[in-house]
C-alpha cells in the first residue's frame, strides 16, 4: 500500500497543483487590472472614487484571496481546514453577489441611451453574477465529488474576473487602448477556459462535464448580454426597473 501512495500522490499533487496555479494567476490578474484605478491608485492621477466601490473592490479582493488560499490548503492536503475555510468562503459568496449587484445597478441606473456602451457591461455584469451564484451553488452541493468541485469553484471565479481582464488596455503595455477592453476581456476569458479544457484533455483525455457545461453557460450569458445591450431591450428594461419608465 505504501508503495502505491507514493507513486499516486505525486500525480494527485501535480493535479492539484494545475488549480493552485489557476487561481493564483486569477488573483494576480484582478492586481493587474485594478492596479491603477483602485490598488496603485495614489500613483496615478485617476480621480475620487465612491465608498461603494472601494467596499466592492475589498470583498472582491477577498474573495479571489480565499480561492488561493483554499486551493493551497488542498495542495497541501489539509482537507479540514479546507472544509473549514470552504464554509465561510461560500457563505462570504453572497457578499460578492450582493457587492455585485450594488454597484453594477448604480451604473444601470445612469444609463441616458439604449447606444450607450454601458448597456452591455451592465447586463454582462448581472449575467456573471448570476453565473458565479450558480456555480458556486453547485460546488457547495457538489463538495463531496473532488472533480466536478474544484472546476465549479474555478469556474465561478474566471465568471467575474472578465472587468479586471478589461481594465488591462490602461497600462501602456498593453496595446488598444479602452476602445480594446471589450477584446482583452473577451479574449482572457476564452484563454482561461481554454487552459482549462487543455487540463482536462491532458489528465483525463476529455473535457470534465463541468469544465464545457461551465464554459458554455459563461458564453451564452455573455451572447445574452450582448444581444440586450446591442438591440436596446435591455436599456427599455432597465429604465422600466428603476425609473418606472
Known amino acids: 500500500m505504501s508503495e502505491i501512495a507514493v507513486r499516486v500522490n505525486p500525480v494527485v499533487g501535480a493535479r492539484n497543483g494545475f488549480f493552485f496555479a489557476a487561481h493564483c494567476a486569477l488573483l494576480a490578474v484582478v492586481f493587474v487590472g485594478f492596479g491603477r484605478t483602485f490598488y496603485l491608485r495614489a500613483f496615478f492621477d485617476t480621480g475620487p472614487l465612491p465608498a461603494q466601490l472601494y467596499v466592492h473592490g475589498a470583498i472582491l479582493t477577498l474573495w479571489f484571496s480565499f480561492a488561493v488560499v483554499q486551493a493551497w490548503l488542498i495542495r497541501s492536503r489539509q482537507l479540514r481546514r479546507h472544509r473549514r475555510v470552504g464554509y465561510a468562503a461560500a457563505t462570504y459568496a453572497a457578499a460578492v453577489v450582493v457587492s455585485g449587484m450594488v454597484v453594477n445597478s448604480h451604473l444601470a441606473a445612469t444609463l441616458a441611451s439604449p447606444a450607450d456602451a454601458e448597456n452591455i457591461i451592465v447586463w454582462g455584469n448581472y449575467l456573471t453574477l448570476l453565473m458565479f451564484a450558480l456555480f458556486v451553488g453547485l460546488g457547495v452541493l457538489l463538495r463531496k465529488r473532488a472533480e466536478a468541485?474544484?472546476?465549479?469553484?474555478?469556474?465561478?471565479?474566471?465568471?467575474?474576473?472578465?472587468p479586471a481582464l478589461g481594465r488591462f488596455p490602461l497600462w501602456p503595455i498593453f496595446a488598444g487602448g479602452l476602445d480594446a477592453a471589450r477584446n482583452y476581456a473577451i479574449g482572457g476569458l476564452l484563454l482561461l477556459l481554454a487552459s482549462l479544457i487543455v487540463y482536462d484533455i491532458a489528465t483525463r483525455r476529455r473535457p470534465h462535464p463541468a469544465t464545457w457545461l461551465g464554459a458554455i453557460a459563461i458564453f451564452v450569458g455573455l451572447a445574452v448580454s450582448v444581444a440586450l445591450g446591442v438591440t436596446g431591450i435591455g436599456f427599455v428594461i432597465l429604465q422600466r426597473l428603476f425609473h418606472g419608465a
Do not use: E, N, Q
Request: charged share 15%; hydrophobic share 65%; net charge positive.
Open 149 to 162: 468541485h474544484k472546476r465549479l469553484m474555478l469556474l465561478a471565479s474566471v465568471a467575474i474576473v472578465g
